[in-house]
């Protein structure tokens, strides 16, 4: 229904009982079908008045990739793996297709950065994770946008803990630098310096845990 447009954004479901007549099954079926639907985010109830397609399908990834980082144990290693594959490629990308808006919210990010620079670990990691979401965006991919946001809280607590041992200044260099060269649209330089920053980001962290921390996502 949703794939073929007789569902749209924002739309109110079917009663259950008309569901069920619909597809031919029991009202249990469709009970269980709907939380799991709620679960993953493409739905959410309302008590006494129905249920409803997602206006925003931002959370339709985050469960089960959050569920998959938790139960397989996932470590550190793997998740730096991944966003060094993929995020300075977005980068480079965001050099060619960043809007105003985008160059807006990356310098917000990189002046909340030097207007305190004695924030707090858990602070610095906020502001990181709000320049990485502007560059997901700029990219214009919303699958990577979306996925890579899971992976971000996966690794949130690594954030805090590279941010609090990085030599002081350095985070902020690192992104101004990457802001620089997507603000002039250089994709070549963006992509290694995003890949450089990650690299370091891994590095530190690894030296900062301990053999059994190291696996652990969250």
């Known amino acids: 229904m949703i794939s073929s447009g007789e569902l749209s954004p924002g739309g109110k479901l ?8 619909l597809f031919g099954v029991n ?6 079908a709907l939380k799991a639907l709620d679960v993953m985010g493409i739905v959410h109830q309302r008590v006494g008045d129905g249920t409803y397609l997602t206006l925003d399908a931002s959370t339709t990834l985050g469960a089960p990739l959050d569920f998959l980082i938790l139960v397989d144990g996932i470590s550190f290693q793997e998740l730096f793996e991944a966003r060094r594959i993929v995020e300075p490629e977005l980068a480079a990308r965001a050099a060619s297709r ?3 808006d985008d160059l807006e919210e990356l310098g917000k990010a990189v002046a909340a950065m030097k207007a305190n620079p004695a924030m707090d670990a858990e602070e610095l990691a906020d502001q990181d994770l709000r320049f990485h979401e502007a560059i997901w965006r700029a990219s214009g991919n919303r ?6 946001s899971s992976l971000h809280r996966a690794l949130s607590r690594s954030l805090t803990v590279t941010s609090s ?3 002081e200044g350095t985070p902020v260099e690192a992104h101004e630098q990457m802001l620089r060269a997507i603000e002039a649209g250089e994709a ?3 992509r290694s310096l995003m890949y450089e920053h990650l690299l370091q980001g891994e ?8 053999p059994a921390e190291a696996p652990i996502p969250c």
Request: aromatic share 2%; net charge positive.
């Open 165 to 167: 041992l990085r030599d």
């Open 27 to 32: 009202r249990g079926s469709i009970r269980q």
């Open 98 to 100: 960043r809007s105003d």
């Open 14 to 21: 079917l009663p259950e009982r008309e569901l069920a007549r």
């Open 188 to 190: 070549e330089r963006a």
């Open 143 to 148: 699958v990577c946008q979306r996925m890579f």
């Open 203 to 210: 590095s530190t962290l690894l030296k900062s845990a301990t």
